[in-house]
């Protein structure tokens, strides 16, 4: 980015724009990282936006892939990147060249409503890298964590050859989306210590019951249920020899840690882990992040920005950005809606025991008890929510009709997609549905002695929809690259528990 | 300024050129190239190359949305992952098809890399070349007509800042002999382009559309590969039935008639034009000929023999003789030919059953470097 620096600083009529908007900002109580705003030309912003933020990126043809499809939908006059904002400390936001005023200043009131969320919400803390011992602030040196990323790919193509490195990191971001979003909040695991021998379990003691009299005995401890018993200690002890003792959901922690890999791809493995827990709140807060950045811009535009001349200019922006399109959910619309639905609500008090308790939908539609508690608890959903969350907590059934919001779903027999129900437990559990482990499978490692064959066993944890069966296979075969050994994963296809096996070979797909 | 991602993308691109190499044979025989987009580009469509992982069915998901309409009716849109419009650093990509544009020389490489075609030895007529005046300076001197206006007041402003003479308030530049510059030009020599094909096809009425799709697909490769051999190749277009007549491209693909067959008329056209147009000493001359094999008699296939060995093979690089096979025709055309020039290495035969033999006879045609 130094190669930037010197061309990309802000003009002048911009910095002073931005000035007054960070105050603006500060005003009405967001609470943001510095932020630095540079200024690139378009093909500039196809470069950096292709590397997801990061110009700095390990190199890899999957962003020469997107700089074409951006550039061509670019040059096509398909789309346009206004802006991109990274989650850093300081965070730092591109701005279009050429843009107009009115579009730069939304932008600007956009990105800082965005860097908030970075810094305020839950999901987030997962990227820091911890406080600064000084002055106490959060550490997001992201922008260094990725050059250095970059550097160790780059190391290690230069020394194996950069046809090696790339087919091992194509595998590696086959397995990107398995991962445990719970695992950064869980407690650190004490690594169990390894110089304790472990003593072989020997016939396991039931605990039996004090018996006093003699002839109680088979009453008390009726010997049926000692045996049940007695199996159960078994089973339990069998279970704690397994490994992973508990199915494990973050399969590329686990691989990084058991799998039998040279040094280099046990580093570039941890790059790719590493990225992917860093992009994973951004899209568990995609509804929420996007509107609040909404909500912001179009109170600070409105209320603080904009002068008459620029207030259409501004609405005519605003309204595409917020556009809904037939079968695609649009993030901004829902999150800003959802958002002043919530602030309204707790404005007039219609919230808690009474209001829930209330059948009188005429006292119901004027309840306006003046609490004024809007704003704070925006901010407090702000920190304290995930989309999942926010969606479970706050949708209510009159938003669901207010915002005409429909499921939809594949009409097998008149083969097309349809509108399936507008009821709100429908809507609610298929956005919850959509929504859940960010709209990926639920993948876990149960066993990496599977048969006693050091084979690694998955499951997918079946919640309704199958699997794409093409490319399940072709990640199975990316496992095995990367456990060396035969790897199976069991799902269910049409209704059927299968076996997806890949053993170094070939495929094989087998009922269970 | 170069760009990181330069790299990137150039690695891509490689990856791309791969992937075509793998299934430049699919690409060929469904012909889905010929719409050229631009002058001298084609656009190939490529699968997105993802990179797969463990996500949900296509059409097991449904989704959420907002609008109007009751449960039932059809979505007006198919719903599409995408991005939005991209407001945020996502790493989601949408749903485009990827279509990669090539130049027909970079694809003419591929094809040549892929078929091992060897290039093609000039028959040593390189002596012919053209004159070309190409303005590439300025100068002093020179005629009025190719006086540079601009380079002419630039001079004369220059001189008259450095004498002191301009003033800004009143900016009058005179132009005095010393400062007039004319365009200068330097003559360049060209080989001249000099290679031409002649296609011939039978249209009577065996040959169906198919045949003539193959036809069609198989001269656009060997037109792709000959251009990539000789700048400027001119092309001849000749049609037959039982009379044969010189007609333009777009004819020549379309056309359908019925009727008998006299390949002996096409022949004898064929050499008319080699006579009349491309003395064999300064062209390379490649006759191509595709018909289903079905002539009308067996004396006509005599002439044709002996049009061919007295007129056309004298003058051509190569002959090329491809069989398409249709349903109606006898097929015994390409036996005479193999009876009558077996051993005569100018003479290439190839019979294309279906599309996916077209790889095939391509690289017949072609693979002798002639």
């Known amino acids: 980015m130094a190669q930037f620096a010197l061309k990309t600083a802000l003009p002048n009529y911009l910095r002073d724009e931005q000035r007054r908007i960070e105050e603006f900002a500060q005003d009405v109580g967001l609470d943001f990282f510095p932020t630095i705003f540079e200024v690139l030309s378009y093909d500039q912003m196809n470069e950096v936006a ?29 789309s346009k990147i206004y802006e991109l904002v ?33 810094k305020n919400n839950f999901c987030f803390r997962m990227t820091s890298q911890g406080r600064d011992p000084k002055s106490g602030a959060d550490v997001r040196k992201w922008i260094d964590a990725m050059a250095n990323h970059g550097a160790i790919v780059r190391k290690w193509a230069n020394r194996i050859g950069i046809e090696t490195v790339e087919q091992f990191i194509d595998a590696c971001l086959s397995l990107e989306n ?58 339990e002890a069998a279970q704690a020899q397994r490994f992973p003792p508990e199915p494990e959901r973050d399969v590329l922690g686990f691989l990084l840690e058991t799998a039998p890999l040279q040094r280099w791809e046990r580093e570039c493995l941890a790059v790719i882990r590493a990225e992917a827990y860093y992009f994973l709140p951004q899209m568990q807060t995609k509804i929420m992040n996007e509107g609040w950045a909404s909500y912001w811009h179009s109170r600070l535009m409105t209320e603080n920005i904009c002068d008459a001349s620029e207030i259409v200019d501004y609405a005519d922006r605003c309204a595409s950005v917020l556009a809904t399109t037939p079968g695609q959910l649009n993030p901004y619309k829902l999150g800003i809606e959802l958002f002043r639905h919530i602030e309204d609500r707790w404005n007039k008090g219609q919230f808690g025991k009474e209001w829930d308790d209330c059948d009188d939908w005429g006292l119901k539609r004027h309840w306006d008890r003046r609490t004024g508690l809007g704003r704070e608890k925006i901010f407090e959903v702000r920190s304290l929510y995930n989309d999942v969350t926010f969606i479970d ?39 919850l549905t959509s929504l859940t482990n960010a709209g990926n499978p639920i993948i876990s490692v149960v066993d990496a002695n599977h048969q006693n064959r050091t084979e690694l066993l998955l499951e997918h944890r079946h919640q309704g929809a199958d699997l794409r069966l093409d490319w399940a296979k072709e990640v199975v075969k990316a496992l095995s690259r990367i456990w060396s050994r035969p790897v199976e994963i069991h799902t269910i296809v049409d209704e059927k528990p299968t076996a997806l096996r890949y053993d170094g070979n070939d495929h094989s797909q087998r009922s269970l | 300024m170069s760009l990181r991602i330069d790299q990137d993308h150039s690695r891509f691109r490689n990856i791309v050129r791969g992937r075509i190499r793998q299934n430049l044979r699919k690409y060929i025989s469904n012909g889905e190239l010929l719409g050229r987009q631009g002058k001298d580009i084609v656009s190939i469509p490529i699968p997105h190359i993802d990179i797969p992982k463990l996500r949900f069915g296509d059409k097991q998901q449904g989704g959420v949305a907002q609008g109007d309409g009751d449960p039932g009716d059809p979505l007006s849109g198919s719903p599409q992952e995408g991005d939005g419009d991209g407001k945020q650093a996502g790493d989601q990509a949408g749903d485009h098809p990827l279509e990669v544009e090539l130049t027909l020389d970079e694809l003419a490489d591929i094809l040549g890399e892929e078929l091992a075609l060897p290039n093609i030895e000039n028959k040593g007529k390189n002596a012919i070349v053209d004159k070309k005046d190409r303005y590439i300076g300025v100068r002093n001197v020179g005629p ?15 001189r008259q800042i450095a004498l002191g003479t301009y003033d800004p308030k009143h900016p009058v530049i005179i132009p005095t002999r010393e400062d007039m510059r004319y365009k200068s030009w330097k003559t360049e020599e060209e080989p001249v382009a000099n290679a031409v094909i002649i296609y011939m096809m039978d249209v009577s009425g065996s040959m169906g559309d198919e045949q003539k799709e193959i036809v069609r697909i198989e001269s656009f490769w060997i037109d792709t590969w000959l251009r990539k051999q000789y700048k400027g190749i001119e092309t001849r277009f000749i049609i037959h039935d039982a009379a044969a007549r010189e007609v333009d491209r777009d004819t020549f693909f379309r056309t359908r008639e019925s009727g008998g067959t006299m390949i002996s008329s096409a022949y004898r056209l064929a050499a008319d034009i080699v006579e009349r147009d491309y003395p064999s000493s300064e062209w390379n001359i490649y006759p191509f000929h595709f018909s289903d094999g079905d002539n009308w008699s067996v004396d006509d296939t005599l002439l044709c023999v002996d049009i061919l060995k007295k007129l056309l093979l004298p003058a051509s690089n190569v002959f090329c003789y491809g069989q398409v096979d249709s349903p109606y025709g006898s097929g015994q055309f390409i036996k005479d030919l193999k009876e009558h020039f077996s051993g005569d290495e100018q003479l290439i035969t190839s019979e294309i059953n279906d599309r996916d033999a077209i790889v095939e006879s391509i690289r017949e045609f072609l693979g002798k470097g002639k």
């Open chain 1, 178 to 235: 398995l991962i445990d979003p719970q695992k950064p909040f869980l407690p650190k695991e004490s690594t169990p210590s390894t110089s304790e021998e472990e003593e072989p379990p020997e016939t396991p003691e039931v605990p039996l019951l004090r018996v006093d009299r003699e002839y109680m005995e088979s009453f008390i401890n009726p010997e049926e249920f000692v045996e049940s018993q007695k199996q159960k200690l078994v089973d």
């Open chain 1, 393 to 431: 907590e706050y949708l209510t059934e009159d938003f669901v009709a207010d915002q005409k919001l429909y499921s939809f779903g594949y009409n097998q027999r008149n083969d097309r997609w349809e509108i399936e129900s507008r009821t709100f437990q429908d809507v609610k559990s298929q956005l």
């Open chain 2, 144 to 158: 009025n007509s190719l006086r540079h206006f601009k380079r002419t007041f630039r001079s004369a402003l220059r």
């Open chain 1, 50 to 78: 292709a590397y997801g933020g990061f110009p700095t990126r390990y190199p890899h043809w999957r962003w020469g892939m997107e700089y074409e499809r951006l550039s061509k939908s670019h040059e096509y006059g398909l």
């Open chain 1, 86 to 118: 990274i989650n850093n400390n300081p965070s730092i936001a591109y701005l279009l060249e050429g843009n107009s005023i009115v579009d730069q200043k939304l932008v600007m009131a956009h990105v800082y409503a965005h860097v908030d969320f970075f």
